[in-house]
T-cell receptor, first 113, second 113 residues
Framework: GAGVSQSPSNKVTEKGKDVELRCDPI?????LYWYRQSLGQGLEFLIY????????KSGLPSDRFSAERTGGSVSTLTIQRTQQEDSAVYLC???????????FGNGTRLTVT | AQSVTQPDIHITVSEGASLELRCNYS??????LFWYVQSPGQGLQLLLK??????LVQGIKGFEAEFKRSQSSFNLRKPSVHWSDAAEYFC???????????FGTGTRLQVTL
């Protein structure tokens, strides 16, 4: 596609369940980011993938959060044993290089009940 | 560590009035600076960026921003606001030593007719 695609667009889950969020970056973009956007909190960095380098996981809030990027393209963010405080919009972005502008997807709105 | 401050959480302006959104960053060297806009239910879109050179940069939709090293600021301006400019605006900073783009908490712009 022409832009960054995220699925699902909305996800409602029960507390304690695991969820997987998917991101399809723009073809050819080597950098991929995950951010979390909570109400009034701005964008919180979660994880960054650049090519074949080890990902920067410094923003993951707990060991319940993990992400992988297969074949340098699609990425999946997994949240295990979801908690109510995990409710937020999860945004994925990709770019050609470190200093290149980010292209964002429309996000996945996660609601944990 | 780098940080970005957007002191105004919410701003309301009348259509046709001028606009200035404030952004201050904390970093010793010259960073890469960005402004993004987010319309409701959408991902973020790049408005403009500053890497080096002319400190006044022009962006899309009639926006401009000025980098002032002495004030560690990168304020966003528009001479005449349109109702369609109502959105949330994020300032972001990227440094050469960090792999992640750090965002401010955002400023929500409301435009009255």
């Amino acid at each position: 596609g022409a832009g960054v695609s995220q699925s699902p667009s909305n996800k409602v889950t029960e507390k304690g369940k695991d969820v997987e969020l998917r991101c399809d970056p723009i073809s050819g973009h080597t950098a991929l980011y995950w951010y979390r956007q909570s109400l009034g909190q701005g964008l919180e960095f979660l994880i960054y993938f650049q090519g074949n380098s080890a990902p920067d996981k410094s923003g993951l809030p707990s060991d319940r959060f993990s992400a992988e990027r297969t074949g340098g393209s699609v990425s999946t963010l997994t949240i295990q044993r979801t908690q109510q405080e995990d409710s937020a919009v999860y945004l994925c972005a990709s770019s050609l290089a470190l200093e290149s502008p980010l292209h964002f997807g429309n996000g996945t709105r996660l609601t944990v009940t | 560590a780098q940080s970005v401050t957007q002191p105004d959480i919410h701003i309301t302006v009348s259509e046709g009035a001028s606009l200035e959104l404030r952004c201050n960053y904390s970093y010793g060297a010259t960073p890469y600076l960005f402004w993004y806009v987010q319309s409701p239910g959408q991902g973020l879109q790049l408005l403009l960026k500053y890497f080096s050179g002319d400190t006044l940069v022009q962006g899309i939709k009639g926006f401009e921003a000025e980098f002032k090293r002495s004030q560690s600021s990168f304020n966003l301006r528009k001479p005449s606001v349109h109702w369609s400019d109502a959105a949330e605006y994020f300032c972001a900073v990227l440094t050469g030593t960090a792999s992640k783009l750090t965002f401010g908490t955002g400023t929500r712009l409301q435009v009255t007719l």
